[in-house]
């Protein structure tokens, strides 16, 4: 369906990370998490790819594949950007300060 | 058509909370960001099974339509103001719907939830409650919903707008990047498409581009403005928010939203299938 995932920090049962390739973080302001922040997945060319709801606790995934992202979030604490390269599948973390 | 008779500003809806005859409708797909917050005194909408027919694939008939509005204390002669989650995906694809039926005053919140919590205005967790009403609505518009055979034969001959991302357009993906991917039973697009992704329309905070950015965005992408146009994506509410674009906010004459989309015409058996890049463009 289209609607965004649950976003909470544990992948879902069943995810490959052998085969698929999951950037996920968490959004955090002076050094505290910041919940429901609008985060966007924007690709190499920095044409918007998605975008989720980050969960109470600041955190967000996106499904993708290897290369070179961008990752901004929106939030009532200020925005916020960083670029991510993902070499291959696998979990790619990452810490997204908005200020 | 102009812009003022399609959207609301966060301004304008945060003055007429409480005005009688306006409605606020929260449209999400999931509606869990509602019973978290919503606007004050506005009332759900669950796409998944209030919009659609919960068993066969299909838009709520137009009984289903009236027993819904007069279950939500919606009046014939109220002004509904829509607004939800994912840049106001599923509020457009109910604006649509309800122009299909007829509803006289419906406008999209500009901005939908994200600009609303983004500018700090305020949510509630009170339940909101509205008297039933006797809803009547028109037979369906169908001047506004393609069907698969109407789309098989405007290929070449109309303008077919995908507004999926490129990968899925391409047929390198089935679903967006955030999503399991899933559905149809073949990847690409209709052959003679362009390729206009919906977030193209929209700025970072989910409110429309101006009109004249539209106009620039479409004819660059080769849209052409002498011809009928049928917009589609994967399950019909992307295309929804085009559509909006397209017939209420440009005013183009004959727009058409294929809800079928490609979950449909990407299981048909026999239909001509383009991968790549496209020669749309």
Redesign the interface.
């Known amino acids: 369906?289209?609607?965004?995932?649950d976003q909470a920090a544990a992948l879902?049962p069943g995810t490959d990370l052998s085969k698929e390739t999951v950037l996920a973080g968490r959004v955090v302001a002076g050094g505290e998490p910041v919940g429901?922040a609008?985060v966007?997945?924007l690709d190499g060319t920095g044409?918007?790819?998605?975008?989720?709801?980050a969960s109470a606790s600041g955190d967000f995934r996106?499904?993708?594949?290897p290369g070179t992202w961008t990752l901004?979030a929106?939030?009532?604490a200020g925005n916020g950007q960083s670029v991510v390269t993902a070499g291959g599948p696998g979990l790619h973390t990452t810490e997204l300060a908005v200020a | 058509m102009s812009r003022q008779d399609v959207l609301v500003t966060a301004d304008w809806a945060e003055k007429n909370l409480g005005t009688e005859g306006v409605v606020f409708v929260e449209v999400?797909?999931?509606t869990t960001?509602y019973d978290g917050g919503h606007i004050p005194g506005a009332v759900k909408i669950n796409w998944?099974d209030e919009l659609q027919d919960p068993v066969r694939r299909d838009i709520v008939n137009k009984e289903q339509f009236e027993q819904l509005l007069s279950a939500k204390g919606i009046g014939n002669d109220d002004l509904v103001i829509l607004y939800g989650?994912?840049?106001n995906?599923f509020a457009a694809y109910a604006y649509w719907e309800f122009k299909l039926y007829g509803h006289a005053g419906v406008k999209l919140l500009d901005g939908g939830r994200?600009k609303w919590?983004?500018d700090?205005r305020t949510l509630t967790t009170d339940e909101v409650s509205r008297p039933a009403t006797s809803y009547t609505a028109i037979d369906p518009d169908l001047s506004i919903r393609a069907f698969r055979d109407e789309v098989l034969d405007a290929i070449g001959a109309k303008n077919l707008v995908d507004v999926r991302?490129?990968d899925e357009f391409s047929g390198k993906?089935s679903a967006?990047?955030?999503?399991?991917?899933e559905q149809a039973q073949r990847k690409g697009h209709i052959p003679t498409a362009i390729n206009v992704?919906w977030?193209?329309a929209a700025n970072?905070?989910g409110t429309f581009k101006s009109d004249d950015e539209l106009s620039e965005l479409y004819g660059e992408a080769g849209l052409d403005g002498s011809r009928s146009t049928i917009a589609y994506c994967?399950?019909g509410?992307?295309s929804s928010h085009t559509w909006l674009v397209l017939r209420e906010l440009l005013g183009h004459s004959d727009v058409k939203n294929y809800d079928g989309s490609w979950t449909e015409y990407g299981s048909l058996v026999g239909v001509p299938i383009e991968v790549g890049t496209g020669a749309g463009r």
């Open positions: 369906m289209c609607g965004a995932p879902p429901g609008f966007r997945l044409e918007f790819t998605a975008e989720v709801v996106f499904f993708a594949a901004r929106l939030s009532r | 999400d797909e999931d960001a998944t989650g994912n840049n995906w994200k919590e983004l700090g991302s490129p993906i967006p990047a955030h999503l399991p991917q992704p977030s193209k970072e905070d994967r399950i509410e992307r």
